[in-house]
């Protein structure tokens, strides 16, 4: 295993220690400070063949995406079984693979970031963690802290989607549900943290959610035989998914995992409900701006202002992908597509990339034989009442 050689900030390019808990970079001088990204010493490693080191690893008692261990930190897991979920060739697109998320513990792919950054909590010690959600990453990081005997304080809007409020209930979790926006239960984690002796656990604000989510590129890219695809389309609120993939790639060209310079095109799929990176994609702005009265039953993808935006934006430039917005109508259109001629159940965020896939395919940006993987970051069965309300599907009353 490669040990840690120091935390990268995103913006400054400062090196700082990985010893203690660190959350931004503390020497940013200007703000937002950058986040800070896990930079290890591969010098050993890059000798040896994936398939070998990988194979030794997931032959142990490594499963799920604690297999990608030698390129992860040095750590006793606390794992539920996350990671290695099923790449589903679909039944009527040619190229299109769907990567099944909803697989995970906790019904969403939130559960690799957030059994990382528990991990390292509790490898460091930590004993509060906090966080603002969407919704999915509450309920991963209520899971996890009861699996490491960790207290969770869980933030997020009072209308989401209700599994959310109840598996964060069941985990035994501090809940709050707050009358806004993900952006408003920030500001209260933001608040009351250091009174509380909270450690902050927000998207992109500490460093390891990101290593959890990367290992959906290694294993993408072992899965489809150690080849990229031409393009892979995520969901983006936050982007932690799309930065973390990202990383993996050039880890993977590093090591020689992969064959370098033709990495996927990164397509940035939001609701027309809350678009923020697209508009800001459409407008060639490095960083968004607040989008205003966010409303999308894809609640994942309620983020107004993500805090590394201007790092997906980067990546989504660099990589010659692209940002596009699809409605709630198209989402729940995909939804029933899938769920009838598939027999797969989405998420509304995973909807919204059949959504937009079918879109490119049709003005012809991509080909029916293009590879592409299509991320459902979610399990359908977790979103039933939001869904079944989008649907105006009522359970019928008792005769
Ligand atoms: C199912 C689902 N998909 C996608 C997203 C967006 O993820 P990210 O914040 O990594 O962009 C979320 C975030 O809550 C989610 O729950
Ligand atoms: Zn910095």
């Known amino acids: 295993m490669p040990p840690i050689a120091y935390l990268e ?46 194979a030794k690893d997931a032959a142990g008692p490594w499963v799920g995406m604690w297999r990608y261990r030698s ?59 906090a966080v603002p959600s969407a919704g999915n990453a509450a309920g991963a990081l209520a899971a996890y802290a009861a699996a490491a005997g960790i207290e969770a304080h ?4 009072l209308d989401v989607p209700f599994a959310n409020y109840v598996e964060a209930i069941a985990y035994g979790a501090h809940v709050e549900l707050v009358n806004g926006l993900i952006s408003d239960c920030a500001r209260m984690v933001q608040e009351r943290k250091q009174q509380e002796g909270w450690f902050d656990i927000s998207t992109l604000k500490e460093p390891f959610r990101v290593e959890g989510k990367k290992t959906m ?32 790639f050039e880890e993977m060209e590093e090591l020689g995992w992969v064959q370098p310079g033709k990495p996927p095109k990164m397509i940035a799929v939001q609701s027309s409900g809350c678009a923020p990176v697209v508009r800001a994609y459409d407008e060639g702005a490095q960083a968004s701006v607040m989008w205003k009265d966010a409303a999308t039953f894809a609640s994942g993808l309620r983020v107004p202002k993500p805090y590394g935006d201007a790092i997906i934006l980067d990546i989504v430039r ?58 459902n970051t979610g ?4 979103y039933t009442d939001v869904t079944a309300e989008a649907m105006e599907l009522k359970r019928p009353a008792a005769q």
């Not at 220690?17 to 800070?36: D, F, I, K, N, Y």
């Not at 729940?332 to 027999?343: K, P, T, Y």
Request: with cysteine; glycine share 10%.
């Open 9 to 54: 900030c995103s913006r400054c390019h400062a090196h700082i220690s990985a010893a203690t808990p660190q959350t931004v970079c503390p020497q940013c001088t200007t703000q937002p400070a950058g986040s800070l990204f896990v930079r290890y010493d591969f010098t050993e490693l890059k000798e040896k063949k994936a398939n070998d080191v990988i």
């Open 71 to 129: 390129v992860l930190p040095e750590v006793v897991p606390v794992t539920l079984g996350e990671g290695w979920t099923p790449m589903l060739k679909s039944g009527r697109h040619r190229g299109a693979y769907l990567k099944e998320e909803g697989a995970n513990p906790t019904g969403t792919f939130k559960a690799r970031g957030l059994a990382m950054a528990v991990t390292m909590a509790k490898h460091y010690g930590l004993r509060k963690l």
């Open 154 to 157: 869980i933030f997020m809007p």
């Open 217 to 248: 590129g290694y294993e993408l890219v072992e899965q489809l035989g150690w080849e990229y695809p031409d393009a892979v389309f995520y969901p983006t609120g936050g982007g932690v998914g799309l930065i973390g993939m990202w990383k993996a």
């Open 318 to 375: 660099a990589s010659d992908g692209l940002a596009m917005a699809v409605s709630d109508d198209e989402i729940l259109a995909s939804i029933l597509d899938w769920a009838r001629n598939e027999g797969i159940f989405l998420s509304p965020e995973g909807a919204s990339v059949t959504a937009a896939y079918d879109k490119l395919i049709a003005n012809g940006y991509l080909e029916p034989s293009d590879r592409v993987v299509l991320f």
């Open 379 to 382: 399990a359908g069965l977790k």
